[in-house]
């Protein structure tokens, strides 16, 4: 699973208290992420983490605590998400016949994966400046339709370039949607609740990656991949009609603070430490996972239909996963970012003596899909509280981070594996994922320094 690519992003805002001028934010869950928690503001040295003072409440405004999360909302969102990733990823079972049918190579229609990674980054990088003043309601809507759009474009492809285009749209929804994902949710529901509400967007991805690739292997062989990418098009339509009945206006809460703004996050240590903490986390996790399929075919040696077992509970315990960390993010954020890269490190180390076993495999590879399935969501909660005025422009930068911190994992991964084994790459995984735990205690420790 890439996705966080899975799971992922931009634009909010400055800090009203400090400057009457700007309009208040109307998420429930702006004042009480903003209370006690780092904010972003302008300063001559660029933007900085700084404690938040209460705002005055007032009599027109409807406290967040009080108002209703809506759920409906955040389910919509979550089915969004489960069409994304299956967007994203149904090219991976259907190479074959793609390539056969557009007179290209396996490697060449490959290309698709990897042009919609691309799109992905530039979108999260400039969507929240480019959008402007428009309602992010109206945003969503307009980056569903462009899914329905895209998945057209695809199953149409006259050609090898076609394909490529509706190929880079499907990326260009796929980092807009993820940078948007955290500050949709604290608009969608209170401070306290954020988390849970991001486990489900989450969910929706864990459960596409459980049954993107063999639904479209099914719908390939049944009806042609045209055909299973045309079967996107009538979901995305639905998501598009759930979220027009169930989102609220969702008006930015600032001026559009312009394109520097994702950089110059960058000149704060407590943001840069996270975001390399994030970054080095899905690096580790990558460097491995993108190679067990080679680790089960000839170090455990097992057959089809068991590597299909083993993938499965993976993706099962993944989904399981994304249940279960919400109250732990809730008990202690940074905790739970710090021990579950040292977990998946004791995982990918006892793959090494036990890879030839293959009910450990299967045990091991399931605590595996349980941990990093829901690592995300503890990243994406820090993003809602680290930055609750700019989760916007916060999340397209973790996004972008995100994935070329796959693409570096893969490769780097793949490079030791074809060099020296598996336990070249699975122990360099090892290491990788605990360095990631000791950035995010440095980036919980950051964050406490920060002067009152």
């Avoid at 994902?181 to 509400?197: N, Q």
């Avoid at 759930?242 to 240590?269: C, D, E, H, I």
């Avoid at 996963?321 to 990918?348: E, F, N």
């Amino acid at each position: 699973m890439k996705s966080p690519r899975q799971f992922g992003h931009h634009g909010p805002a400055m800090l009203s208290a400090q400057n009457p001028n700007l309009p208040v934010s109307s998420g429930p869950a702006y004042d009480k992420a903003a209370a006690g928690v780092s904010a972003l503001r302008h300063s001559g040295s660029g933007i900085r983490p700084e404690p938040v003072k209460h705002r005055p409440s007032d009599s027109s405004r409807q406290e967040p605590d009080t108002q209703r999360a809506n759920w409906s909302g955040v389910f919509a969102m979550s089915l969004c998400v489960f069409a994304l990733i299956a967007s994203e990823f149904m090219p991976v079972s259907l190479l074959t016949p793609i390539a056969t049918d557009l007179h290209v190579t396996e490697g060449m229609a490959g290309q698709g994966i990897a042009i919609s990674g691309a799109f992905a980054v530039l979108a999260s990088l400039s969507i929240a400046w480019l959008a402007g003043d428009l309602d992010r309601k109206m945003l969503l809507l307009g980056l569903t339709g462009l899914m329905a759009v895209s998945g057209a474009v695809v199953a149409l492809a006259p050609g090898y370039a076609v394909y490529l285009t509706g190929r880079a749209l499907i990326g260009v929804v796929i980092g807009g949607f993820w940078s948007l994902s955290a500050a949709t949710a604290m608009r969608l529901v209170p401070a306290d609740r954020v988390p849970r509400a991001l486990a489900i967007f989450n969910g929706g991805n864990a459960l596409a990656t459980v049954i993107a690739a063999p639904l479209g292997s099914y719908l390939g062989a049944v009806m042609g991949w045209r055909g299973a990418f045309l079967c996107l098009v009538p979901v995305a339509a639905l998501v598009l009609v759930w979220q027009w009945t169930s989102l609220p206006a969702m008006p930015p809460q600032v001026r559009n603070p312009g394109p520097g703004t994702v950089f110059r996050m960058l000149k704060s240590r407590f943001i840069t430490l996270g975001m390399v903490a994030c970054g080095t986390f899905f690096m580790g996790q990558f460097a491995l996972f993108t190679y067990v399929r080679p680790f089960l075919e000839t170090v455990t040696q097992v057959n089809v239909s068991t590597l299909s077992l083993i993938l499965l509970a993976t993706g099962v315990t993944g989904v399981i996963g994304t249940i279960l960390i919400g109250p732990a993010l809730k008990r202690s954020l940074y905790g739970t970012l710090a021990v579950i890269p040292v977990l998946m490190a004791v995982i990918a180390l006892g793959l090494l003596p036990l890879g030839a076993s293959t009910g450990a495999v299967l045990v091991l590879l399931g605590c595996w899909g349980l941990l990093a399935t829901s690592a995300p969501v503890g990243w994406w909660s820090w993003i809602a509280r680290a930055m609750p005025h700019h989760a916007e422009a916060g999340g397209g930068l973790m996004v972008a981070v995100i994935q070329l911190s796959i693409a570096l994992g893969s490769t780097t991964g793949g490079l030791l594996f074809d060099a020296a084994g598996y336990q070249a790459t699975f122990a360099t995984s090892a290491a990788i994922l605990l360095l990631a735990a000791l950035l995010a205690a440095m980036t919980a420790r950051s964050q406490l320094r920060v002067p009152a």
